[in-house]
């Protein structure tokens, strides 16, 4: 089987790459590794109504995924290895997705004891966070980042100070600016998720130019909408951070394409069509995410020419997996095949409705976006999406 696209020509024979010459052809496909996720929320255990581990794998499949990382914010907490285990048995799964619990920093999420990490490694796990909670106490904070580099484990951190609401840029930014203190003071290794203010990714970017070993993330909302964009009452636009000003947006543009924020996760976080209708204030914070992430991303950086689509594809791929210590997704000769075709030119109205996650309420609903994965190939397989 030949494949050609814009950047890349491939061979591949019973499921093998045998050749890989770059491309050479005016094409608006392109080939790209499968993407890495290095935030989202299955819900199982406790909120199959929500989502399941098997609906949460056909959405992020849907989305051109092939590695999630699951917070632990389930019910019971992904605190210990029967639960940790639990979601690695149920995991299993056609697409050969690769799901990987993230256990929490403190065991039930509470902030005051942490977890065993070493037995949790064994176990399998190799990120941890207590995201949606907030650790709070510095002292605590500090040794997690030294028991995190003894345990060579990564911490990814929710930042949020609860002095504050969640509407106050300084509920996010404070967090950063003692979490970047934290390090400085342990020589630790922290990754911030979900960044949404200007002056967080500011002190990011101070932080990074004094070496510090720090990364971050940030989620196709933040770049897609702002507070201004809210057109309804009901719950679809709540996450947590919640929509930032228009500067914010800018911001997290400007952090996207400089590489203060190193990569794009999804925090893919569904609810019940019934949770996420209600009004605003009654509402649960999340939205989903996988379906439509790199669509959002492709149409909102590489097309406003923030990002180039090979900037963006290493936000989604490369650069998630040097953060989480993972082999990099590789396209070469003498690998399985197990790629993404995805078409640049093709558009999509987003409708929920066909949405494979279990949550089908989307503050997207009715955005035309640029950009598709339109094949997954994996082995001798061809999946179109």
Known sequence: ??????????????????????GCVESSLYIAPRFIDLHCHLREPGGEEKETITTGINSA?????????A???TSPVCDNPQVLNYIISHS????????????AITTGLTGEETTDFQALKQHGAGVFSNDGKPVENMELFKNVLKKAAQTNVLIISHSENTDYPPQDPRSEWTAVER??????????RLHFAHISTKESIELIRQ????????????????????????????????????LRNPEDVTAVKTGLKDGTI????????????????RPYANSPYGITGFETAFSLAYTNLVLAGILTVEELISKFTSIPAKIAGIKPPQIKAGQKAEFNIIDLDKKC???GENFKSKCKITPYEGLELTGKVVQTIIGERIYNL
């Open 262 to 277: 190193d990569i794009i996760a999804t925090d893919h976080a569904p609810h019940t069509a019934e949770e996420k209708s």
């Open 71 to 73: 917070m632990p914010n």
């Open 61 to 69: 499949f849907s989305g051109g995924y092939g590695t999630i990382f």
């Open 207 to 242: 932080a990074k130019k004094d070496g510090l070993n720090i990364t971050a993330e940030t989620a196709p909302h933040y770049f897609t909408f702002s507070k201004n964009d809210i057109t309804t009452t009901d719950g679809r636009f709540k996450m947590n951070p919640p």
């Open 179 to 188: 979490e970047i203190e934290a390090v400085r003071q342990t020589n630790g």
């Open 92 to 103: 299993a799964n056609p697409y050969d997705i690769c799901v990987k619990p993230v256990c």
């Open 1 to 22: 089987m030949e494949i050609t696209a814009k950047n890349l020509k491939l061979n591949v024979e019973n499921g093998i790459i045998t050749e890989v010459k770059q």
């Open 349 to 351: 109205v987003v409708k």
